[in-house]
């Protein structure tokens, strides 16, 4: 591939893999025919000569994380047919460090770090539109970062990304679990739709004739499956892996139902226990009353007695 009249900052590929798309320190946007290696477009990119990084959404809109012409960092969406245009522009903060977009195509997020930053910023990217939705917070700088692949979450935590934060400070790396809050101990369908999994949708010869295709999507628990079957995995194994995975991750899921049930009971449990707790106290305050009442009618009586023995005398 070439064109470039400058250092090469990044690179991503389409879904399909039949694009790629580079972010270069001459200010251009490229996207490159990945069978052919020739120019399919080119646009201006971010207006500085700092790094800036690029990343092919699942919907194919380009995502690049960069400087503005005032040094400010921000987030752009481009159309990969017509470059000439910026679709959207996020202004992210005024630090110096380079980003880091790191996007999840499952689940259209995207965590955002920088070169020399404490914070892990998180971005819902839906219907062309780029929306801050939180950010992790820390003492200590890093000075770079690594995610966690789909098939090593916990999904037991709702865990939806995992980061390793390398801490120099501390010469160490920090590890950075990032979870969805939720009461329900039940498995998340809604966090874990199906994602890549193993088996290639192609191999390297087809790709080679000119073929393109999507990956080929899996259920998240099948993918925890398979990955827990098998050690020393091998692309041959993967249709008896996906088997068994298939297998182990309906079990999961009537095991996870079963959970749900028995948290249901355990709740109704509760509830009638609390019925019969006051029932209980109810029943207390009726025999107090009863013995009260008791105790009245034996002092009446005795007061009748007296009163009649004295008539007598």
């Given at each position: ?241 996906g088997e068994a995975g298939a297998e182990i991750a309906a079990l999961k899921k009537e095991l996870a139902a079963l959970k749900t049930e028995v948290g249901d009971v355990r709740s109704s449990l509760k509830e009638k226990s609390g019925e019969v707790e006051e029932l209980r106290k109810e029943n207390e305050e009726l025999k107090g009353k009863l013995k009260s009442c008791q105790e009245e ?17």
């Amino acid at each position: 591939m070439e064109g470039f009249t400058n250092q090469i900052t990044d690179f991503d590929f389409t879904m399909d893999g039949s694009q790629m798309a580079t972010t270069c320190k001459d200010k251009k946007l490229r996207i490159f025919d990945t069978h052919t290696g020739s120019v399919a477009m080119e646009g201006p990119g971010h207006n500085n000569m700092k790094v800036s990084r690029v990343r092919m959404l699942k919907n194919g809109t380009i995502l690049t994380a960069g400087f503005s012409s005032m040094s400010s960092r921000c987030l752009r969406l481009y159309d990969p047919r017509n470059l000439s245009g910026i679709l959207k522009e996020e202004a992210v903060d005024n630090a110096n460090g380079s980003l880091f977009p790191y996007y999840d195509p499952d689940l259209n997020l995207l965590f955002l770090a920088g070169k020399g930053d404490a914070n892990i910023k998180f971005y819902e990217l839906d219907n062309g539109g780029i929306f801050y939705l939180n950010q992790y917070m820390s003492g200590d700088a890093q000075r770079g970062l690594g995610m966690m692949p789909k098939r090593g979450l916990d999904s037991g935590i709702n865990e939806i990304a995992r980061a390793y934060k390398l801490n120099v400070a501390k010469k160490l790396v920090n590890v950075v679990p990032l979870k969805v809050p939720r009461q329900s101990k039940a498995f998340a369908d809604d966090l874990y739709p199906d994602t890549a999994g193993y088996q290639p949708a192609i191999n390297a010869q087809e790709f080679a004739e000119g073929k393109n295709a999507q990956p080929k999507l899996v259920s998240f628990l099948e993918l925890q499956s398979a990955n827990a079957t098998s050690k020393g995995f091998t692309a041959t194994e993967a249709k008896v892996n996906g088997e068994a995975g298939a297998e182990i991750a309906a079990l999961k899921k009537e095991l996870a139902a079963l959970k749900t049930e028995v948290g249901d009971v355990r709740s109704s449990l509760k509830e009638k226990s609390g019925e019969v707790e006051e029932l209980r106290k109810e029943n207390e305050e009726l025999k107090g009353k009863l013995k009260s009442c008791q105790e009245e009618i034996a002092e009446l009586q005795k007061n009748g007695i007296e009163a009649s023995q004295v008539g007598s005398d």
